[in-house]
């Protein structure tokens, strides 16, 4: 007796068994309810997920005479001869296959005899899109007034390419993915009716290999059987898949994102002894990082992951900044890009991971804000705050602006001491200066200046100074030919300077400071 696979054994057989498929069960459902069925339907989606199996009940359900509340019956002839592909009234063709213009002409007069059984004769034709542009036009005009006992079903995996003329004489029904927890759960009910036990995190990852397929994850199912028998673990369909284990990807990202250069490249040579296929390895680590990054966005977002793999990625997501898992991102998806168009996947995948080890932690934007808020206000608070010299020159300039004969008197001076509100000017001994600005004219007019620009009243006091041990009070004649000397001296050790003077056998006569236009100094 020939083997039926599990992917054929388990087909639906009625709507009801159709997988995340509701809106396209509960539309036709009605549409036969109401007797409201269009007499051409296209349905389109992935590979495996039920279009061909859909376009089957549907066919039985309008065929069979049993047919009742948009179920088929499933036991009489006319049910197991659309099962098995034989009816003469339900015909399946393949659209890759018989795409001439040919073919078509053969089913339009075919297509006018009426059906031997039932009230409706039905063509479906599987991957539809395959058809050429002529047999397309062929198929127009019985498709715009096709005879009432004619009902036409398509199946595509590929819309886009059905010609708009073709999309707009049909009933569209957009079939989806199967999620996968449904996926997983499904399994489970198919396993245990063939006796099998399978794993948890074996069926998940069945599941997620499957993407979406009801049929492809059938399809791994039964070669994990005839792998493992009827135990299967998640390390049978890691072999299966020559995919490492989750562990070992976990604790790669994690030294590479610790920047433990060494140990990454010593679980990389650990992991070369299990011969896994790099570019799998590359796929899965942009996978994980991809589902960090979700993690980090939306704590609480499960995704498509074993509970192991989100209280494991949750954990790794602590040690990287959302800002460098993107940049991972990146990184790791031109890496898979580049690894598809050379001879050395293997090299191309090791220089990936130097670029991973390589980038810097970056700062967060908040983070960078605060910072530089902190140098603002550091700032801020020098700039009312100011050194001695500048505060002196400051009062200096603001005496000139109102008495400039009593600024060029205080030019000469030193300030000793200013405290809040008592500031004491010094002169050299018998200096004509201390004379002057003893005067009780000028110390009134002074203390008046001073008092009023800084909104409080300060004394003045004058004391001798002697410039010899004391010429480290600050002095704005002193400190300005100070910084004139060093600018000049800058200016005459400057290379492109003294370059100059080689190529032309010049030399330097005089240096001349010239004050910016604001600069009041």
Not at 72 to 98: L, M, R, W
Not at 416 to 425: A, D, G, R
Not at 485 to 499: F, G, P, R, Y
Request: some cysteine; hydrophobic content about 40%; charged content about 25%.
């Amino acid at each position: 007796m020939s083997y039926l696979v599990l992917a054929r054994k388990w087909r639906p057989q009625s709507f009801e068994d159709l997988l995340g498929q509701e809106h396209v069960c509960k539309t036709l459902t009605n549409a036969i309810h109401q007797e409201r069925l269009a007499h051409a339907f296209l349905f389109c989606g992935p590979r495996g997920i039920g279009k061909t199996s859909a376009a089957r009940i549907l066919a039985k359900t309008l065929v069979c005479p049993k047919s009742k509340d948009g179920k088929p019956c499933n036991q009489c002839s006319i049910c197991d001869e659309i099962f098995k592909g034989s009816s003469v009234d339900v015909i399946e063709i393949d659209g890759a296959s018989n795409n001439g213009v040919d073919s078509i002409r053969e089913l339009r007069e075919r297509a006018n005899y009426l059906p031997t059984q039932g009230h409706y004769k039905i063509y479906i034709i599987d991957e539809v899109h395959m058809l050429s542009q002529s047999a397309f036009n062929a198929l127009l005009k019985i498709l715009e007034e096709p005879p009432a006992h004619l009902k036409f079903i398509f199946a595509t995996t590929e819309v886009h390419k059905i010609p708009a003329t073709i999309l707009s004489r049909c009933q569209r029904f957009d079939f989806k993915k199967i999620p996968l927890k449904t996926l997983a759960d499904h399994l489970d009910k198919i396993s245990k009716k063939e006796n099998i036990e399978v794993e948890k995190d074996a069926l998940l990852k069945i599941s997620k290999v499957a993407q979406g397929s009801f049929r492809d994850a059938l399809s791994l199912l039964d070669q994990a059987i005839s792998f493992s028998g009827p135990k299967i673990t998640l390390r049978h369909i890691q072999d299966i898949l020559r995919s490492l284990n989750e562990e070992t990807l976990f604790e790669l990202l994690e030294k590479i994102f610790k920047k433990e250069s060494q140990e990454t490249f010593t679980l990389l040579s650990k992991i070369y002894q299990e011969e896994p296929d790099t570019k799998q390895i590359a796929s899965e680590l942009l996978e994980y990082v991809r589902s960090l990054l979700l993690i980090k966005i939306a704590p609480e977002n499960t995704l498509e992951l074993t509970d192991s793999e989100h209280a494991r990625l949750k954990e790794i997501s602590s040690l990287v900044s959302l800002e460098e898992l993107e940049m991972s991102f990146q990184t790791l998806l031109r890496g898979t890009q580049d690894m598809a168009q050379t001879l050395y996947p293997q090299f191309v995948f090791e220089m990936t991971l130097i670029k991973l080890l390589q980038l810097k932690p970056l700062m967060r934007l908040e983070e960078l804000i605060e910072r530089v808020e902190t140098l603002h206000q550091r700032s801020s608070s020098e700039f009312h705050h100011p050194p001695t010299t500048d505060r002196w020159r400051k009062i200096v300039e603001v005496v000139k602006n109102q008495k400039p004969s009593l600024a060029a008197l205080l030019e000469h001076g030193y300030l000793v001491e200013w405290s809040n509100q008592k500031l004491t000017i010094g002169f050299p001994k018998e200096s004509v200066f201390y004379k002057l600005l003893s005067e009780k004219e000028n110390m009134t007019a002074l203390e008046t200046i001073i008092s009023e620009h800084l909104k409080t009243k300060i004394t003045v006091t004058i004391t001798d100074v002697i410039t010899g041990s004391d010429s480290h009070l600050p002095n704005l004649i002193k400190n300005d030919e100070h910084h004139i000397a060093q600018l000049k001296k800058k200016a005459l050790e400057n290379e492109i300077i003294q370059e100059a003077q080689k190529v032309f056998n010049g030399k330097i006569i005089d240096v001349k400071i010239q004050k910016n236009p604001g600069d009041k100094t």
